[in-house]
């Protein structure tokens, strides 16, 4: 059973910096795509960073230059570094698998002073 767990969201000022982790369970992570997304109150969920297997990453134009995926297969994870957090960041932050169709439970992520 495919399963992904997310961790490290939390309160964050303004400008600050935050990491997520995703630990994925029951498939061979390494084989695969994994991607983070995310989703505001009152908003659609839409996608923030995709990185393959092999490594190549895409993100949103809208974190370009402040957000970074990264993935370390031997340990099943992947991982968002956020930097120069803005409340519009404020959202629950997904780890999604799309080849199995799976979503982790999400971690909420929320900028303010």
């Known amino acids: 059973q495919v399963q992904l767990v997310e961790s490290g969201g939390g309160l964050v000022q303004p400008g600050g910096s935050l990491r997520l982790s995703c630990v994925g369970f029951g498939f061979t992570f390494s084989n695969y795509a994994m991607s983070w997304y995310r989703q505001a109150p009152g908003k659609e969920r839409e996608l923030v960073a995709s990185?393959?297997?092999?490594?190549?990453?895409k993100y949103a134009d809208f974190v370009k230059g402040r957000f970074t995926i990264s993935r370390h297969n031997a340990k099943k994870s992947v991982y968002l570094q956020m930097n120069s957090l803005k409340p519009e960041d404020t959202a629950v932050y997904f780890c999604?698998?799309?080849?199995?169709?799976?979503w982790g439970q999400g971690t909420q992520v929320t900028v303010s002073s």
């Open positions: 999604h698998n799309r080849f199995f169709g799976s």
């Open positions: 990185i393959t297997g092999a490594g190549s990453t």
